[in-house]
């Protein structure tokens, strides 16, 4: 996307979990650092990491119909047999949960490689890309899945990474797992509940 703001000539383009803005004076820049110019402050975007827990069934007709995961997170119709109510949700700010997990690498690692350094929260969101769903987008990326082999492996791996947060049991009338703490519980309940995960970054 090119176009001008403010008499500032930009460029943007997206993809996977990164947006960059290009003007002449600044070269590229990731949106999420400082050093934009003002007049393009207002082209930070919102970010939302989602995930849902759903039966093997269903993910084995994800894997055949890709779009099916589109009535999962977004149509407001009958939800696909094998996904239940809104308890079986997950949804962070990904930009926040960028943040949190970078100066946590940061002041543990001295590194800001948060992915290298928590490579079990690197899985939990999508960002290795061993398990891209080819045929599906969200708006930062493909879809990912996770079968409840891999989701009990990423539950136990963001236990010992320090992500569980004590791993809360919920009753199912909480409603959506919400916010970055919620992360560690969301896969421990999945891995529970012999659940596979499906998700992406909108």
């Known amino acids: 996307m090119e176009g001008t703001f403010a008499g ?14 290009h003007t002449d004076e600044h070269g590229p820049r ?10 393009l402050s207002f082209m930070i975007v919102s970010m939302w990491l989602n995930l849902a827990k759903i039966d093997v069934e269903l993910l084995e007709s994800v894997r055949a119909n890709p779009d099916l995961i589109g009535a999962i997170f977004f149509d407001d119709g009958q ?3 094998g996904f239940h109510h809104e308890a079986d949700m997950f949804g962070d700010d990904y930009r ?15 590194s800001a490689q948060w992915r290298e350094c928590y490579p079990w929260l690197a899985a939990a969101t999508g960002e290795t890309g061993e398990n891209d769903v080819e045929g599906y987008e969200f708006d930062y990326g493909p879809a990912f899945v996770l079968d409840p ?6 539950a136990q791996g963001l236990m010992g990474e320090g992500w569980g947060f004590g791993v809360a049991r919920r009753d199912a009338a909480d409603g959506a797992y919400e916010g970055f703490e919620d ?3 969301f896969y421990a309940a999945a891995a ?6 499906v998700g992406g970054v909108s």
């Open 96 to 110: 926040t949960l960028d943040a949190v997990a970078q100066g946590r690498a940061e002041a543990e690692h001295e």
């Open 8 to 21: 500032t000539p930009f460029a943007m383009r997206l993809r996977y979990t990164r947006t960059w803005v």
């Open 30 to 39: 990731q949106s999420g650092i400082t050093s934009l110019p003002p007049a």
């Open 183 to 185: 992360l560690g519980p």
């Open 149 to 154: 082999g891999q989701v009990t492996a990423i």
């Open 192 to 197: 529970r509940e012999g659940k596979a995960i």
């Open 79 to 81: 939800a696909p047999v």
